[in-house]
């Protein structure tokens, strides 16, 4: 499953007659055969202890240009590859090592337990400066991402409804790869889920909380979260709601029309400007992007009364569209 052929040293994991990746050449960061830690083990699983094998793909967006900034001073956080905005693809971990790319996921697709979905899953960052709210990916690094994807894909068998964005798995606590990123130019290409909205269902739903919740658990969505607090010497696991959440991330990869507040706008840009004239659009850009997804991150604006705005009824008819593929993937893939 694994197959790989050595490079001045570094392991190659994407065989030298691949199909997709006719022209593109993939470079290697040092780390990949420096492993440090548990970072880098075997694909097994925390608790059986058994082997795993690949099954899902996740895309990342990653904010820092470089690839010294995506993995921190001790090595232990990064994906499996990096695309840069030139096309440039680096492989910074060997496919057969497990790489904490995606944190805790609250995804129905993954296998023993939350925090089991780097055991069984790659990664791949793609750079994007305002984590994909207001810069454009380039066509070089979808082009590349797109070969990489297809690659995997095909190496590991992966099904299309387990093609997913940082976003999707980890709701109110990730925003990649955010509403700019082309998933349906992706599953145009055979990578992932973006059906036609000619493509319904016929079961006819009313827009409901009830159904609402049922549609995003049909995708894959978690609408409730475990949430573990200690009160002096006693831990507490309470259900906290996540219901605003999934629905923010579905629309961010499924409707990224129906969400505006993560772009930065005219006013903000023009504050930054007059507080710095010295930074250029592009900074600023980056800058609120930055604070956004932060204050996201630590869900300081994440009241759910206030997250879960109307639902409108082409916003409901897409949620139905989306969780009819993901009933179909499934049952092809069986």
């Known amino acids: 499953m694994f197959e790989s052929y050595s490079v001045n040293g570094h392991q190659m994991n994407v065989p030298k007659d691949d199909i997709y990746m006719k022209g593109i050449q993939i470079e290697q960061y040092p780390i990949l055969n420096t492993p440090v830690g548990e970072h880098f083990d075997e694909r097994i699983h925390k608790g059986t202890k058994q082997p795993t094998e690949i099954d899902q793909l ?5 904010f820092e240009p470089d690839i010294e900034c995506v993995l921190n001073e001790n090595n232990y956080t990064g994906a499996h590859y990096v695309i840069h905005r030139d096309g440039k693809i680096i492989q910074c971990i060997d496919e057969s090592k497990r790489a904490y790319h995606a944190g805790v ?15 069984h899953s790659i990664g791949i960052e793609v750079e ?38 940082h976003s999707d798995i980890a709701p109110g606590r990730k925003g990649d790869t955010g509403v700019l990123f082309p998933w349906r130019k992706l599953a145009e290409a055979g990578i992932g889920i973006f059906p036609k909205y000619t493509e319904l269902p016929a079961e006819k739903m009313n827009v409901s909380q009830e159904n609402l919740r049922k549609l995003l658990k049909a995708i894959g969505y978690k609408t409730e979260a475990e949430v573990t607090k200690t009160e002096g010497y006693t831990e507490i696991t309470e259900i906290k709601d996540n219901l605003p959440l999934a629905w923010r991330s579905f629309m961010r990869h499924y409707f990224p029309s129906g969400i505006k ?31 956004f997804m932060m204050e996201y991150e630590k869900n300081t604006n994440s009241d759910p009364k206030r997250q879960l705005t109307r639902v409108s009824s082409l916003g409901f008819k897409r949620l139905q569209v989306v969780a009819q593929a993901f009933r179909i993937s499934r049952q092809r893939g069986r």
Do not use: M
């Not at 207001?134 to 409804?161: C, F, G, M, V």
């Open 58 to 62: 996740v895309i990342h967006c990653s």
């Open 261 to 291: 507040d993560e772009r930065p706008t005219p006013n903000q840009i023009r504050e930054r400007h007059e507080k710095d004239p010295r930074k250029s659009t592009s900074e600023i850009l980056s800058d609120v992007s930055l604070d």
């Open 128 to 165: 994007n400066p305002t984590f994909g709210s207001s810069t454009e990916y380039t066509s070089a690094q979808i082009d590349s991402l797109i070969r990489l994807s297809k690659s995997i894909i095909a190496r590991h068998h992966i099904k299309p409804h387990n093609v997913i964005g």
């Open 105 to 119: 996921s609250s995804w129905a697709e993954v296998r023993g337990g939350a925090d089991n979905i780097n055991a």
